[in-house]
């Protein structure tokens, strides 16, 4: 399975941003995908997942009540809204995907993931 993120960009504290990750070669709704950012210098931390059916989410406690995480299993594609952006949040940003078939699994540690896509730049300006 491939995965793409997209959507970063420049933009104010207090600002919303919608991330976007295109997932494709793969059963898309047999995927549990989470989100996780690096910022310079930092290790790579998780911040949301959501089951393949869509109906479980968990997210960072840094980021829990300002980020949601859903998915549209028509379009392959899971979202990470980010509203009331600090500049702590900036970092880059990657989805993550593994194959958990049937069962309703929420992962959030990197090694239990097995597929990346390439980051995507978000940057918050105090």
Known sequence: VQLQAFGGGLVQAGDSLRL???VSGGTFGGYVI???RQ??????EFVG???RSGANTRYADSVKGRFTISRDNAKN??????NSLKPE????YYCAGVR?????YLFSREYEYNSWG?????????
């Open 34 to 36: 989470g989100w996780f």
């Open 118 to 126: 390439q980051g995507t730049q978000v940057t918050v300006s105090s």
């Open 39 to 44: 910022a310079p210098g930092k290790e790579r």
């Open 49 to 51: 997942a959501i089951s």
């Open 20 to 22: 976007s990750c295109a």
């Open 77 to 82: 594609t899971v979202y990470l809204q980010m």
């Open 89 to 92: 949040d900036t970092a880059v």
């Open 100 to 104: 958990v078939g049937n069962h309703d």
